[in-house]
C-alpha cells in the first residue's frame, strides 16, 4: 500500500471474479506478456506454479490468463469464455502445471508467446493479491516490476555507455526516470525503467534503432487508483 | 490531510465542519490531483457494478463451477419462512447474490475484496430500496465506507493471508455498518461506534474456505457479515459505545492477524478446508484437468 493509497484501491478493483489473485491479477500478467510481445499472439505456453497450479480450475485462472494474452482486461467478461475466443481469433495455447517450485511465489505463472510475425517472448509474473502482480522474469533476466507506472524494457548489447544513451533520450523528453533496474549476462544487458509518463513513440524508435538494442517495449501501468480516473 | 487514524478523520470532520464523505473527497483531492467529479465518476461507475451483481445473482442461474453454490441468493429470497424481518432477508440475499456471482466469474467490484464484494453492495442496495435512501445519496455512503476501509489498511490488511477472514469480510462489515449509520444521520462518532462492533464481532475470524475457492464459506460469510453491519450500526445508532474505540479494535485486528496461524489464513489447509468432507470436495472439483 502506498502512503496515501486512493480510495479507489479499497473499493474496485471492478472484476471478473472470483479471486483478485487467482482470476484478477492472472489476466493482468497474460496483459502484459502480450504488450511484451509487441504483435497479435497466435500461440501461448503457459506453465503455472503452486497455488496457480493447484486451484486454477476453480478460480479461473487459465482462462483469465488466456483472456489477459487476448486483450482483456481483468473488468472483461469475455473472461468467462475466454477459450472460445481464442478458438475464434487463432490463438492455440497449452497449459503445464507445476504444483511446487519453491523458489517461485505462490500465484506465478509463465506465459511463452508467439506472435503472428514469429517474434517471442517469454514472461514469469506472479499475483500478489489485491489484482496487483509483479513481474519477475522476461526473456531469462531477472525482472521486478509492477507495472504501476509506464515501464521501459530494454534487452541490448552489454555495451559501455548504453544506459546514458537510453536514458539520454528520456532526459531529452523532459520525462521523469522513476527507477531503473539493470541485470546483466555475458553479453547481454536488459533495463526496465519505470517512467513517470509515457515516453513518445518517435523516442522509442530512436532506442529501437540504435544498433545494439535488440529489444524495446513500453509496457503501459496498470495501476489501481489514479489510473482508473478516466481521463 | 494523512488520515492514520479512524479518529484523525473524525477531527478534521470537527474542524471543517464537513462530514466524513466529503472528508474522503478532500483526501482523494488532494493526494491524487483529480477533481471532485472525477471521484464521483467512479464511485457511480462502482455502484452500477454493484447493482448489476445483486440483481444478476437474483435473476440468473447461479451455479459455480465446482457445483457448490447452487442459486443459494433466490432460495433466501423466495423462501416463506423469514427469522431476520423483510430489510435484512433481502440484505441477505443480496449479499449471497454477490457471492455467487462472482464465483461464477460474473463482474464484481471488490470491496473491499472480491471475497468480500457481497456485503457492501447488499447494504447500499437494501438502504435505497427497504430503507427509502434516494439513489443520489449512495456514492456518499460509499466514500464513508472508503474512509473505513482506508484506516483498516493502513493499520491492518485486507487479505486473508495476513489477517483471515477478518480483514475481508470483517473489513467490508465495518465499512458497511459506517455507511448505514451515515445514511441514516448518525453522527461521525457513531460511525466509529459502529466500526467498532462490526470488527469486534469479526475478531479472530479464519480464512479456511474449502479447495482453496472463494465459494464456501466465503459467501455464507458475507451473508452474516451483512447482518454483522446492520447489527452493529442498529447499536451505535441507539447510542451504544463501543467502549474500546474503533482505532485501537482495528490495531487489535493486526495483532490478532500476526498470531493467528499460518494455516488459518487461505492456505487450504486448516479449518474448513481441513475437514473430512472440505478434502473430499477437493478431490472432486480437482479432478479433472481443464479443458482444451
Known amino acids: 500500500m502506498p502512503d496515501y493509497p486512493s480510495l479507489f484501491d479499497i473499493l474496485g478493483p471492478i472484476m471478473i471474479g472470483p479471486s483478485s489473485s487467482h482470476t484478477a491479477g492472472a489476466s493482468r500478467i497474460g496483459s502484459i506478456a502480450r504488450q511484451l510481445l509487441g504483435d497479435t499472439p497466435v500461440r501461448a505456453v503457459i506453465t503455472l506454479y503452486n497455488s496457480f497450479a493447484k486451484t486454477h480450475k476453480g478460480h479461473g485462472t487459465d482462462k483469465a490468463i488466456v483472456g489477459g494474452i487476448l486483450g482483456f482486461g481483468p473488468d472483461d467478461e469475455r473472461i468467462r469464455d475466454a477459450f472460445d475466443h481464442a478458438k475464434r481469433s487463432g490463438l492455440a495455447w497449452d497449459f503445464a502445471f507445476v ?3 519453491s523458489r517461485f511465489h505462490s500465484n506465478t505463472a509463465r506465459v511463452g508467446l508467439t506472435g503472428k510475425d514469429g517474434g517471442t517472448i517469454e514472461v514469469v509474473g ?8 509483479k513481474i519477475q522474469e522476461i526473456e531469462g533476466f531477472p525482472v521486478d516490476f509492477q507495472a504501476q507506472l509506464h515501464t521501459l524494457v530494454v534487452i541490448a548489447e552489454d555495451i559501455p555507455g548504453s544506459i546514458k544513451q537510453i536514458s539520454g533520450v528520456i532526459a531529452e523528453e523532459g520525462v521523469n526516470i522513476a527507477s531503473m533496474y539493470v541485470s546483466r549476462t555475458e553479453k547481454k544487458a536488459n533495463m526496465v525503467i519505470e517512467l513517470d509518463q509515457p515516453i513518445t513513440a518517435s523516442s522509442m524508435e530512436r532506442i529501437r534503432t540504435l544498433t545494439w538494442v535488440q529489444f524495446v517495449r513500453l509496457v503501459n501501468p496498470i495501476v489501481e487508483g ?6 | 490531510m494523512e488520515f492514520q487514524l479512524l479518529s484523525e478523520i473524525a477531527d478534521y470532520c470537527r474542524s471543517t465542519g464537513k462530514d466524513m464523505a466529503q472528508a474522503m473527497v478532500d483526501y482523494e483531492m488532494k493526494h491524487r490531483g483529480v477533481t471532485r467529479e472525477q471521484v464521483y465518476n467512479n464511485l457511480k461507475r462502482i455502484l452500477l457494478v454493484m447493482e448489476e451483481s445483486v440483481e444478476q445473482g437474483l435473476t440468473q442461474q447461479v451455479i459455480s463451477p465446482s457445483g457448490m453454490l447452487d442459486n443459494w441468493a433466490k432460495k433466501i429470497h423466495d423462501a416463506n419462512v423469514n427469522t431476520l424481518g423483510a430489510s435484512l432477508k433481502k440484505a441477505v440475499a443480496r449479499a449471497v447474490a454477490v457471492g455467487e456471482v ?10 473491499p475484496t472480491a471475497g468480500s464484494a457481497g456485503i457492501m453492495p447488499a447494504v447500499l442496495v437494501t438502504m435505497m430500496d427497504e430503507h427509502n435512501v434516494p439513489r443520489q445519496r449512495l456514492p456518499d455512503a460509499l466514500l464513508v465506507a472508503s474512509a473505513v476501509g482506508l484506516i483498516f489498511a493502513k493499520n491492518s490488511s485486507f487479505a486473508g493471508s495476513e489477517a483471515g477472514c477478518m480483514g475481508e469480510t470483517g473489513s467490508a462489515a ?34 479456511d474456505p474449502v479447495a482453496g475457492l472463494v465459494e464456501e464459506p466465503c459467501t455464507t460469510r458475507n451473508a452474516v457479515g451483512v447482518a454483522n453491519a446492520f447489527v452493529s450500526a442498529q447499536m451505535a445508532l441507539a447510542g451504544l459505545r463501543s467502549l474500546i474505540p474503533a482505532d485501537e479494535v482495528i490495531q487489535a485486528t493486526r495483532e490478532v492477524g ?13 479449518g474448513l478446508a481441513n475437514t473430512k468432507t472440505g478434502r473430499e470436495i477437493q478431490k472432486r472439483v480437482f479432478r479433472t484437468e481443464p479443458q482444451k
Open chain 1, 99 to 101: 504444483g511446487d517450485l
Open chain 1, 226 to 231: 489514479t489510473s482508473r480516473y478516466e481521463k
Open chain 1, 126 to 133: 506472479a499475483s500478489l493479491g489485491g489484482g496487483r502482480i
Open chain 2, 174 to 207: 465495518a465499512m458497511g455498518a459506517a455507511s448505514i449509520v451515515y445514511l441514516l444521520g448518525g453522527t461521525t462518532e457513531q460511525i466509529l461506534e459502529s466500526v467498532g462492533f462490526a470488527l469486534k464481532a469479526s475478531m479472530g475470524l479464519v480464512c
Open chain 2, 258 to 270: 500476526e498470531l493467528m496461524s499460518p494455516r488459518l489464513k487461505e492456505s487450504g489447509q486448516g
Open chain 2, 102 to 111: 462472482n464465483a461464477c466469474m460474473g463482474k464484481i467490484a471488490a470491496a
